[in-house]
């Protein structure tokens, strides 16, 4: 954190004990007086959030406008996807493997309603696309899809290749 400090120095007098006989004994005469400046605090994310049009020049802005929540879990034989898709019907939504890549996109309409004031927007509207790698050589053949509720669960079965086997010592 960094501090600036402000335009004019706030002068500060401190006083420290002399053990003069001028002073009464008591210590109390101002010694020096010392001239400091005042800071402030500079909140860099502070300053990010409000300055929104700065703090976009600084990182580069995907197309979509959202992206869904997704879990990525592996077991011994596969990889586990499960993305949360509400409001969009299984026709909405694409998937492809490639490369051992495996692309989702689709697209969440804008609803048919027009309100005179939005308090408050959180859910995305418009075209998404999520890539994953997987660090397993993966069955392409063998994915499947399905959603319910909207949750899209895709299980990626690993190759035959990638999967672990024991192997007993006889």
Known sequence: MLAYPQARPERVARSRPTGRAEDGGTGDRTHASISLMAFIRWEQLGELVTNREPASRLAPTRASGWAPTVDLYETRDRFILQAELSG??????????????????????????????????????????????????????????????????????KAASAVTRRVEVT
């Open 88 to 157: 969009l019907r299984r026709e909405d939504v694409q998937i492809s493997v490639e490369n051992d890549r495996l692309r989702v996109w689709g697209q969440r309409p804008e609803p048919a309603f027009r309100a005179e004031q939005y308090h408050q927007i959180e859910r995305g509207y418009g075209a998404f696309s999520r890539t994953f790698s997987f660090p397993h050589v993966v069955d392409a053949g063998a994915i499947k899809a399905d959603m319910r509720a909207g949750v899209l669960t895709v299980t990626i079965p």
